[in-house]
């Protein structure tokens, strides 16, 4: 099961960086993920790793007290899990959020997060 989500995360982290670096915003619609592709599985692992693992967790995890605010007064990073919430979002969401970061993506710019956004919107 968690090697599949990572699998997962790692795809929609690569499409992600994809879209972030072809910067079309209305392309949105038209990125399919892979996960039979194993070198798109590859790569997006390695992006998971490299980008996402250093708060969600190599092992999808998350942060400790994910769901109290910290210091800053914002959310930690959630679980990758069936214990977070990220499980129950279609792929086009979580693309969304990990291209726009989490206040573009809801409308709400005074939103603050320390999800960094891969893409400029």
């Avoid at 670096?21 to 998971?48: C, F, H, N, W």
């Avoid at 190599?58 to 899990?81: F, I, K, M, T, V």
Wanted: charged share 15%; proline share 7%.
């Amino acid at each position: 099961m968690k090697r599949g989500l990572i699998a997962g995360l790692g795809i929609v982290a690569a499409g992600g960086l994809w879209f972030a670096l072809a910067g079309d915003k209305s392309q949105a619609g038209t990125i399919r993920l892979m996960p039979g592709d194993a070198a798109i599985v590859a790569e997006g692992a390695e992006l998971y790793a490299a980008h996402c693992a250093s708060c969600h967790g190599a092992e999808l995890q998350g942060a400790p007290n994910w769901q109290s605010p910290n210091s800053g007064g914002r959310l930690p990073a959630p679980p990758h899990d069936a214990s977070g919430h990220s499980w129950h979002h279609d792929s086009a969401t979580l693309f969304a959020l990990t291209k726009l970061g989490v206040a573009e993506m809801i409308g709400d710019p005074t939103y603050k997060s320390d999800m960094p956004a891969f893409g400029k919107p």
